[in-house]
C-alpha cells in the first residue's frame, strides 16, 4: 500500500505531535501519554493519529518515541552517563534489556560504545 504525504493541517498537526513527543523526551518524561491520550490532546483518535503519524514521518510513534529515547541514551553515554542511569531515563527497567535495544539499534552496546571514548 503506497503512502500519501501529509498536507495542510494534518501535517502541521503532526509536526505538533512530533514536537510535543521531541519535549518529552528531552524533559526525560518515561512515563509518557499513550496513544489515545495523545490522540485526546491533538484532537484525533488513537487510530487517526497513528495511521497520520506514520505517513507524516514513516514510523510509529512508539518507535519514534524508542528511536529518540535510544538517540538521547546514546548522547549521555557518551557524555559519560552511568550506563544503568542512561537505562533508567531511556525507561526500561533493566540495564539489560537497554542493553539489547541499544546494540539493536546501534550495531555496538553501550559498554562497547563508552570503551571508545
Given at each position: 500500500?503506497?503512502?500519501?504525504?501529509?498536507?495542510?493541517?494534518?501535517?502541521?498537526?503532526?509536526?505538533?505531535?512530533?514536537?510535543?513527543?521531541?519535549?518529552?523526551?528531552?524533559?526525560?518524561?518515561?512515563?509518557?501519554?499513550?496513544?489515545?491520550?495523545?490522540?485526546?490532546?491533538?484532537?484525533?483518535?488513537?487510530?487517526?493519529?497513528?495511521?497520520?503519524?506514520?505517513?507524516?514521518?514513516?514510523?510509529?510513534?512508539?518507535?519514534?518515541?524508542?528511536?529518540?529515547?535510544?538517540m538521547q541514551a546514546r548522547?549521555?553515554?557518551?557524555?559519560?552517563?552511568?550506563?544503568?542511569?542512561?537505562?533508567?531515563?531511556?525507561?526500561?527497567?533493566?540495564?539489560?534489556?537497554?542493553?539489547?535495544?541499544?546494540?539493536?539499534?546501534?550495531?555496538?552496546?553501550?559498554?562497547?560504545?563508552?570503551?571508545?571514548?
Amino acid at each position: 500500500v503506497a503512502q500519501t504525504a501529509l498536507r495542510g493541517r494534518s501535517h502541521e498537526r503532526m509536526l505538533r505531535v512530533r514536537a510535543f513527543l521531541d519535549e518529552e523526551i528531552a524533559q526525560g518524561h518515561t512515563a509518557a501519554l499513550g496513544v489515545a491520550a495523545l490522540g485526546r490532546r491533538f484532537g484525533l483518535s488513537a487510530s487517526a493519529l497513528q495511521r497520520q503519524f506514520r505517513q507524516a514521518f514513516a514510523v510509529s510513534i512508539t518507535e519514534y518515541r524508542r528511536n529518540m529515547r535510544l538517540m538521547q541514551a546514546r548522547s549521555d553515554l557518551e557524555h559519560g552517563s552511568r550506563i544503568s542511569e542512561v537505562a533508567d531515563r531511556a525507561g526500561y527497567t533493566s540495564a539489560a534489556n537497554f542493553s539489547t535495544a541499544f546494540r539493536r539499534h546501534f550495531g555496538v552496546t553501550p559498554s562497547e560504545l563508552q570503551g571508545r571514548g
